[in-house]
C-alpha cells in the first residue's frame, strides 16, 4: 500500500549539497538596504539593493514557455500526459540516496 504524499506548506524544503537557496526578505530598511531573516537557530541573512535587483532578462518575467507549460496542463487534466513511472521511481530513489548519504 502506498501512502498519500503530503505537500504541507509548513515543512521546510530540504536543500542538496551546493544547491542554492532562495531566502525571502521580509522588508527593506528606510536607506534601501534589506532587513535580515533570522531563524530560530539564530542565523541570519540579509540583501543588498544590487542582489534584490533582477537581471536584465527576467525583468521581462520568468524563463519559462507558457504555452508549452499550457499544453503540458490540458494534456495532464485530458490524461494524455505519459508518465513514465519506472523513471520517476529511479529518480525519487537516486535523490533519497543523495540525501541520505
Known amino acids: 500500500m502506498v ?12 536543500a542538496r549539497p551546493g544547491e542554492d537557496v532562495a531566502v525571502p ?6 536607506n534601501g538596504s534589506a532587513t535580515a531573516v533570522g531563524t530560530a537557530a539564530g542565523d541570519s541573512v540579509s540583501l543588498s539593493p544590487a542582489a534584490q ?3 536584465a532578462e527576467l525583468k521581462g ?3 519559462i514557455d507558457l504555452t ?22 529511479d529518480s525519487l ?4 540516496l543523495e540525501l541520505t548519504s
Not at 530513489?93 to 533519497?96: H, L, P
Open 61 to 63: 518575467g520568468p524563463p
Open 25 to 30: 526578505v521580509q522588508g527593506s530598511t528606510a
Open 68 to 89: 508549452i507549460v499550457a499544453k503540458i496542463k490540458e494534456a495532464i487534466a485530458e490524461g494524455k500526459y505519459p508518465i513514465d513511472l519506472e523513471k520517476i521511481t
Open 93 to 96: 530513489f537516486e535523490n533519497y
Open 53 to 55: 535587483s533582477l537581471p
Open 3 to 14: 501512502d498519500p504524499i503530503s505537500t504541507s506548506a509548513a515543512r521546510p524544503r530540504i
